[in-house]
């Protein structure tokens, strides 16, 4: 990066990660001062401080009042996570993928749900249930609540033909969200969409999003037996 590309925090915040990243300041190492980076990268100063409160927020540095800037010894590790796409995950295995719509309606959020999906008692919810099936047998049963305050637009379209995961994913950007992963013993309903016996243990998750404030939507996703998940990070 040049010095005259390096006129936004954004682009000074990526500088200072690249040189983190690449050892050219290693761990514990005092990082140039404000003043000087700023006659560096030709700009003012409160858009340097702006890109190193941001690090600091990342924990990538440490900045401590009149010991100036330092590059974390131990930086936080994270993973990022994608919502996966449940079409495109049927058909990456090679399977033909089609989903069924079992119901459809608005309703209150349940109150066992208070803590996990934040959303006023009189907020309008469309509640749905979908089955996604991987070469016409049942993959995964999923049971959703989608605050329509966040995303009106998924009042109207036809879930006939795209399933409401992937509408979501394509239209419903998220800043934060929670993830859970459980076993649930099969009821009477998922015995039968499974064809299993009652009881049998079954793999679950719980995910919840949201855009800022707004929580957007709650799904719990109930996979088939023997079902397996992997990720890479």
Known sequence: MTVREANSWRQIRDE????????????????????????????????????????????IVTRKRKAGTRVAINPPHKAVFTIPIVREEVESRGSIYRHSLL???????????????????????????????????????????????????????????????????????????????FAVQADGKLARTFDIAEGEALFATERSTWYQEDPITHVRLIYRPGYRMRTSF
């Open 16 to 59: 200072v990660v690249r040189r983190i990243n690449e050892r050219e300041w290693q761990p514990g190492d005092q990082i140039p001062n404000e003043a000087d980076l700023a006659e560096e990268f030709q700009c003012g100063r409160t858009t340097v401080n702006r890109a190193l409160r941001e690090l600091a927020t990342a924990g």
């Open 103 to 181: 119901l459809r309606d608005q309703r209150e959020r349940p109150a066992f749900m208070a803590g996990a999906f934040r959303v006023a008692d009189n907020t309008p919810l469309i509640y749905t249930e979908t089955i996604h099936f991987a070469d016409n047998q049942p993959y995964i049963y999923e049971e959703r609540y989608t605050n329509l305050a966040a995303v009106p637009d998924f009042a109207d379209f036809n879930q006939d033909h795209i399933s409401g995961n992937e509408w979501l994913v394509q239209n419903a950007p998220y800043t934060g969200g929670e993830l859970s992963f």
